[in-house]
């Protein structure tokens, strides 16, 4: 059952990979969202799934389901920063006048490519910035994006490529929003993740540049248990630790969420007030607010994109199930 099929939802093409354990699927049209990750084997939704009652919220904040695409992710103080003689000046769309969660939403991406073999199934997708008018007011060296994603039997790898076809360096950096379902039992979840500190953040939840130690999220490293925890966390990973979370219920079944470590710096661990439903592990390649703090690249995560330059930004999302 390694295939690709059709379906619809909200009145637009959505695309479903299939393995035997996961269905996987794509709304390319409204952002190229992985909007449905539904587990066979357990019969549960591994993530916070839209309805189709849901779309008006969804056009308004897509970042609020499945794993959306953040470029680039957090916040901004005022929409404003300057880049090698260049300054910019984006939405000022949330608290504060400030910028959050970048400018990619809703836009169309067409598919180029579908595969079908033994190993299993992939949909390639692609979008130009320079088609979306709104997009190049606000960051005018066109881009192009080129996201794979490929599911062979428990294991998802999305892939995403981005070429810069303009003709001045600019500043980059992506994230994931990933909402996992905890399925209202914050009590039988684990959180593992390897961090070395906390980002100080101002009341208006911007960096600070300061580190703060983990103090109660020390227990991160061993596994922390989801009752009662309400975050809203930007985590440094340490030079020697992976970019990896490792969110396991009490009966052993769980998922394994890989980035590239040579690029991923940051996670973000956010459960929507006090965690019941939901868990977003958010894996950023840059900081918040990163082009205005006064530290290097090493610390914020910047990205310098030259003109012509590819970037090749893989993540892994793979299942785990109870030994029997």
Known sequence: MKQVT????????????HSRELEVTLLPRLGNNVISLWDH????????????????????????????????????????????????QFDQNTAGDNH???????????????????????????????????????????????????????????????????SNSIPFGIGYHTWFMIDGEPERWNLRLPVESIYELNPELLPSGKLLPLGALESLHQGMNLEGT?????????????????LMREDGYGIRYTADKAHFRHWVVYTKGQAEQYLCAEPYTW????????????????????????LTLPCTLEMIYPKL
């Open 6 to 17: 059709k379906g619809q939802w909200g009145g637009y093409d959505t695309y479903i990979l």
């Open 41 to 88: 084997k357990e019969q549960r939704q591994i993530l916070r799934r839209p309805d189709e009652s849901d779309l008006a919220y969804y056009m308004q904040k897509p970042y609020h389901f499945g794993i959306p695409l953040l470029v680039p992710p957090g916040r901004i103080r005022k929409g404003q920063f300057e880049f090698e003689g260049i300054r910019y």
């Open 287 to 310: 900081l918040p607010d990163a082009p205005n703090l006064q530290q290097d690249d090493s610390f914020t995560g910047l990205i310098t994109l030259k003109p012509g330059e590819t």
């Open 230 to 246: 309400d975050l809203d966390t930007v985590l440094r990973i340490g030079d020697s630790q992976p970019a990896e979370a490792l």
């Open 100 to 166: 959050i969660h970048g400018l990619h939403r809703t836009q169309s991406w067409c598919v180029s490519d579908i595969e079908e073999d033994e190993e299993g199934c992939a949909v390639t997708t692609e979008f130009n910035t320079a088609d979306d008018a709104h997009w190049m007011e606000q960051f005018p060296e066109p881009l192009r994006l080129e996201m794979t994603f490929r599911l062979q039997d428990a294991r998802l790898q999305q892939t995403l490529k981005v070429t810069h076809l303009g």
